[in-house]
């Protein structure tokens, strides 16, 4: 009997219920990535990495931040990214999913509510999961139910903080979360309000300065900001008080006990910084690019979003799949979403818009969905 059969039947169980993934090459046009501005390989970006490489910057950090991987690049980027989105500190992780679990596992302390969004990433779920402040779900993007669910645990003897934990653009349906109502809800129940920006950074806001912009600075805020969507790098900046940043290097174990991101990298997302501030066109084209992709796929079924991400509902797991396979035959790098990512019964295509193709290829996409859903 093999020491790992209970893996196996998870496998199998998955592979009967068309929900088993597996790693596939790139291929076809760029219908699926999260290169919004497409900077992943700009000219810009590499020359920067060089220069870099010029100047002796080194290529791995060889340890934590705490011991000797603290590097000269890595406090330039933090310094000018505070600067640049307007916060008074900023942290520097090897991934957005590590900023998210460390920031929810480390900030609620016991006795604390987080009170987070239903569509929240799979990474504020994992924070929440090694924290130790009690968790409760609210209705998507209803601002009536975080102040319900606060004002719930407060009659019910919660003295705690309240976390109202959200996105500012949500990755699987591209619609906007009512920030303004969260921060109102937030300053009337003295909460803490943590805002992922991972996929409106680069896109929305001056200078591409997110959806938050304009709340951040203020001291019951936190943003995340990943590096690897339209800036085109990876890792993931977290922006808020210094005593956020302070707190984190002294009790974040995501933080303290990971080797620091390269300082390569760290030199990459500073001219990341430089490319949104200078280059605006980028953000018009993208949405233009949008708003053609919107008028030629309603006709097939896709709800306009105002954002890159256009999702195509098709409901089970086996005929989006389908879908997705049959458009990757002819061409289109489009992948198929499932549960557990979203919720049963809304398996569906997730068409992201990238600098990466132009109108004509979008048209292309939308008489293929249409012709292989007739």
């Known amino acids: 009997m093999s020491l790992l059969t209970a893996q196996q039947r998870d496998l199998g169980d998955l592979a009967a219920r068309a929900r088993l993934r597996h790693l596939q090459p790139r291929a076809g046009l760029d219908f699926s990535s999260n290169d919004y501005l497409g900077l992943a390989d700009s000219p810009r970006l590499r020359a920067a990495v060089a220069a870099a490489l010029a100047r002796g910057v080194a290529v791995g950090s060889g340890g934590s931040r705490l011991l000797r991987g603290n590097d000269a690049e890595h406090e330039a980027l933090e310094a000018e990214a505070a600067a640049f989105f307007g916060s008074e500190s900023a942290l520097f992780f090897s991934s957005g999913f590590t900023a998210n679990a460390a920031l929810l596992s480390t900030l609620p302390q016991r006795g604390d509510l987080v009170v987070h969004d239903a569509l929240v990433h799979a990474s504020a779920h994992e924070g929440m999961r090694l924290g130790r402040a009690a968790a409760v779900s609210a209705a998507h993007n209803d601002a009536d139910a975080f ?148 008028t030629a796929l309603a006709p097939h079924g896709v709800t306009p979003t105002g954002s890159q991400i256009l999702p195509l509902l098709i409901g089970e797991d086996a005929p989006a799949m389908a879908l997705a396979a049959g458009m990757q035959a002819a061409g289109f790098d489009v992948r198929g979403i499932r549960p557990p990512t979203v919720p049963a019964g809304t398996a569906r295509l997730r068409i992201s818009i990238t600098l990466n193709v132009g109108e004509a290829q979008i048209a292309a996409l939308a008489e293929t969905i249409g012709r292989l859903r007739r």
């Open 147 to 294: 102040d319900a669910a606060i004002a719930r645990w407060r009659r019910d003897g919660g003295t705690g903080r309240p976390w109202i934990a959200v996105e500012s653009l949500y990755s699987m349906d591209g619609d906007r979360a009512p920030l303004a109502d969260l921060l109102a809800v937030a300053e009337r129940r003295e909460a803490m309000l943590l805002i992922d920006e991972a996929h409106a950074t680069g896109v929305f806001g001056e200078r591409g300065r997110g959806l938050a912009a304009e709340l951040e600075g203020r001291d019951n805020v936190v943003t995340l900001r990943t590096c690897g969507k339209a800036m085109g790098c990876e890792g993931a900046l977290l922006c808020g008080p210094r005593v956020v940043r302070d707190f984190l290097v002294n009790r974040g174990r995501g933080f303290i006990f990971s080797t620091a991101p390269s300082p390569l990298m760290a030199s990459a997302v500073r001219e990341a910084l430089h490319i949104l501030a200078d280059e605006p066109e980028r953000r018009d084209r993208l949405a233009a690019l949008v708003a053609a992709a919107e």
